[in-house]
């Protein structure tokens, strides 16, 4: 059953620390992305990636990085949370060329 | 600006009954369009894909349309389960650059009352 996983479903951190979100996909998808979904906002996209080692900036990518070293792997990354960073982050993957997503079933992130 | 505006924002149906969600867009140039079901904290699944040719396609309780000339979709759900409960999102694609651009409606949340 092909799928999207990311490393927790619910984190919990301080203001200031380093946070590092997980997606791993087992469809050899050369496609990668960061959304975050806040209520009333829908889904943003914060990074993509089209293949390994690239990156492209999405709507919101302020206070974010992300790394992909491997095709099947796409960290983000917040260097210093915040507040305002508290929300639900969605990875999604598809092959190139394609637009159908596959998306991972979410991190809830709480920053205090 | 591309623009994704899904109607109505929630609504409230008794099981069995049948609802259509709508989605308004302003993208270009468009690529296709999609419906997914997000049920509450998971992630969003596809339901069905839509390019600028077709005007119809359906999923077994779900039928999604497509108006191309006037830019509007709509998702019709029949014989509601309760397990139908959950938001559903619009997203047009548009054409540009390495991948497609995806454009998110903000959803409609249904919930399907016994």
């Known amino acids: 059953d092909v799928k999207v996983t990311q490393s927790s479903r619910y984190l919990v951190k301080r203001t200031g620390e380093k946070v590092f979100l997980e997606c791993v996909q087992d469809m050899d998808h050369e496609n990668m992305f960061w959304y975050r979904q806040d209520p009333g906002l829908g889904l943003r996209l914060i990074y993509f990636?089209?293949?390994?080692?690239?990156?492209e900036k999405g709507d919101i990518p302020e206070g974010y990085s992300v790394s992909r070293e491997k095709k099947e792997r796409f960290s983000l990354i917040l260097e210093s949370a915040s507040t305002n960073q508290t929300s639900m982050y969605l990875c999604a993957s598809s092959y190139r060329g394609r637009t159908v997503a596959i998306f991972g079933p979410g991190t809830r992130l709480t920053v205090l | 600006k591309n623009q994704v505006e899904q109607s109505p924002q929630s609504l409230i149906i008794l099981e069995g009954k049948n609802c259509t969600l709508q989605?308004?867009?302003?993208?270009?140039?468009?690529?296709?369009l999609r419906w997914y079901k997000q049920d509450t904290g998971r992630g969003p699944v596809s339901l069905t894909i839509?390019?600028?040719?077709?005007n119809t396609k359906s999923n077994g309780r779900y039928t999604a349309t497509l108006d191309a000339d006037t830019k509007q979709s709509s998702l019709h759900i029949t014989a509601s389960q309760l397990s139908d409960s959950a938001s559903y999102i619009c997203v047009v694609s548009a054409y540009g650059g390495a991948t497609n651009k995806l454009i998110f409606g903000t959803g409609t949340l249904l919930a399907v009352q016994p």
């Open positions: 839509m390019t600028f040719s077709e």
């Open positions: 989605c308004n867009y302003t993208v270009s140039p468009f690529s296709n």
């Open positions: 990636s089209y293949d390994v080692k690239m990156k």
